[in-house]
């Protein structure tokens, strides 16, 4: 196996046995994608010279006993990429927009510095839809990703580059945000792990804000395990970001091999009806079949307001869009307002309708209270049972160009993510076969701040189905 | 639900081509006609949720702590004047 197809646990077993080092690593990486990233597009910055002395840096303290550290560093000499949205201290970061395209800021967001201190070698920033506008990947102003499974098809978005190029070995792991399911539409397009936390878990302090009052900070992993061990990292209080509570940070890597014996897991019924493509619903009846026979208890749940989250998020979504978006002003930094594009235009022109003076009640306050809801709903069905599975995506992956004229009907392909974003509960995406060579996946949801039980879930499905194995083949 | 695109558009201070209204007219016409299903909800008696975790008035100790310097802060600003941000007119005299 090539080193950059490795995990984040495989890798630290050998750098730790010397098996190879963090610059072997990292070259591998880099050559990766100098060999592929042409095609798939899924990087707007490679940071090659930094990563090379970031990795060396990792070199000389693991030469240097740095094992009394091991556990304080859980990603020394990791390559990991960031979302070109995470605010990064002297690199650029754009938002996948021509508005901040010669942007550099001046600090690390706080979760890049957790990142860092953790010893990751950073090796670049991902492509993704312009300020996070998108279930494609298609809206970024610097052109489209590739799916690796099937370059003619999406990889899903927003956190498209991330996902993309996870799928092709470019690094070990990467971040995102979800505001709406744009880290777990990716990963269950491209075969990859993907966690979007309880709101709050994780600090969005320098993280460019999408939608404040749903914005998730989370990543793309390979395994379960892997993205266990990047939330020991990431998670936990921050003063500068007054929506992360002061709630211990468990071990989540501690509960994984648990099992899910007697564990109650519902299935919403409404998310099994209207619009669900035949095959996903095969797929979906084959990962009920295999958590029964690990030993759950599989039990019918309803989720009545589910109909009505696409409405509700696309009423409140655009709504802090158009607040967020007001700062590009072109004075401070960046370019002035006729760099935005038109899915950004449009959102904040719906924003800004639904919170002009008269509309107010009728769409945003409206929004709130079926929110409420929405939320009502989950805690209802969790007093039932422990976590809830549903798919992530009614479709698999599709053809490029194939929704960008009709943005509804691109914003419907978030019927089944929004939800947990409205509702505020964390959700873990994990890989769940194949269509047509197409990866899907399922999601795991659970109540506010039970991520470890999402990958305990997570974990005992991913063993025994093993989906993770499998890779893109990438032609040059 | 007709949209006045132009207005919105001087509301957002985004500029738009003639041929942009009439698509971006279209566009979102046909997304608040789709969101108008929330009316079918009853909400009479529902409070709205603006924070999810339930979280409120949360402080921290009202301390400096080391801050970007002038010129760090001015480092991305494309016009700037003796060590301020330089703008339009906005005031005419």
Redesign the interface.
């Given at each position: 196996m090539k080193l950059n197809e490795l995990t984040i646990t495989e890798a630290r077993e050998g750098l730790k046995n010397k098996k190879f080092s963090s610059s072997e690593l990292t070259r591998a990486c880099l050559e990766q994608i100098e060999k592929h990233d042409a095609k798939i597009n899924a990087f707007i910055t490679v940071c090659k010279k930094q990563a090379i002395e970031q990795a060396k840096e990792a070199d000389k303290l693991l030469s240097n006993g740095a094992m009394e550290q091991w556990s304080n560093l859980p990603l020394l000499g990791i390559p990991i990429a960031l979302k070109d949205l995470y605010s990064t201290k002297d690199i650029k970061t754009t938002a996948g927009s021509k508005v901040l395209k010669d942007y550099s800021p001046v600090y690390d967001a706080t979760v890049v510095k957790k990142l860092k201190d953790a010893g990751a070698v950073i090796i670049g920033k991902t492509n993704l839809d312009a300020w996070a506008h998108g279930s494609s990947g298609e809206n970024s102003d610097f052109g489209p990703t590739k799916n690796p499974w099937n370059q003619e098809y999406v990889p899903g978005g927003s956190s498209s580059g991330s996902a993309a190029a996870l799928a092709a070995d470019m690094y070990l792991a990467a971040t995102g945000t979800d505001t709406g399911g744009s880290i777990r539409l990716p990963a269950s397009f491209c075969n990859l792990v993907g966690l979007k936390p309880t709101y709050g878990r994780v600090s969005r302090y320098g993280i460019i804000a999408m939608a404040s009052s749903l914005d998730s900070i989370g990543h793309l992993a390979k395994t379960v395990e892997d993205s266990a061990l990047l939330l020991n990292i990431t998670a936990g209080n921050d003063v500068f970001d007054a929506t992360t509570p002061k709630k211990p940070v468990p071990d989540y890597q501690k509960g994984l091999q648990k099992g899910i014996k007697e564990l109650k897991i519902g299935i919403p019924k409404e998310y099994l009806q209207t619009g669900l493509d035949e095959k996903v619903k095969e797929n979906f009846e084959d990962t009920k079949r295999i958590l029964s026979r690990l030993g759950a208890n599989l039990i019918e749940v309803s989720l009545p307001h589910t109909e009505y989250a696409i409405a509700c998020y696309y009423i409140i979504q655009p709504a802090e869009v158009s607040s967020n978006l007001e700062r590009y002003d072109g004075i401070r930094f960046g370019n002035d307002r006729s760099f935005f594009t038109d899915e950004a235009k449009r959102r904040i022109m719906l924003g800004t309708f639904t919170l002009s003076a008269g509309y107010y009640e009728a769409y945003y306050k409206k929004a709130m209270q079926v929110r409420t809801l929405i939320k009502k709903d989950f805690e209802d069905a969790f007093v039932k049972v422990d976590a809830l599975i549903a798919p992530v995506s009614p479709t698999p992956s599709w053809k490029l160009g194939e929704k960008v004229d009709d943005p509804l009907k691109m914003y419907l392909s978030d019927v089944f993510t929004v939800t947990a974003n409205l509702a505020g509960i964390p959700a873990l995406a994990v890989p769940s076969g194949f269509i047509n060579g197409l990866p899907v996946g399922i999601q795991i949801l659970g109540p506010q701040f039970s991520e470890e039980l999402l990958f305990q879930v997570g974990f005992a499905y991913e063993q025994a189905t093993e989906w993770y194995k499998r890779k893109a083949i990438l032609n040059l | 639900m007709k949209?006045n695109?132009s207005h919105?558009?001087k509301?957002?201070?985004?500029?738009?081509k003639e041929e942009?209204k009439e698509k971006?007219e279209k566009?979102?016409s046909?997304?608040?006609d789709?969101?108008?299903?929330?009316?079918?909800?009853d909400?009479s008696k529902?409070?709205?949720?603006?924070?999810?975790?339930g979280?409120k008035n949360?402080t921290?100790e009202d301390q400096t702590i080391p801050s970007?310097s002038q010129e760090?802060?001015l480092?991305?600003?494309?016009?700037k004047h003796n060590g301020f941000?330089k703008?339009k007119t906005i005031l005419e005299k």
């Open positions: - | 949209i695109v919105i558009a509301l957002a201070n985004l500029s738009l942009e971006f566009q979102l046909s997304i608040l789709y969101v108008k299903k929330l009316e079918e909800v909400t529902v409070e709205p949720t603006p924070q999810v975790t979280l949360i921290r970007l760090e802060a480092s991305n600003a494309k016009n941000f703008v």
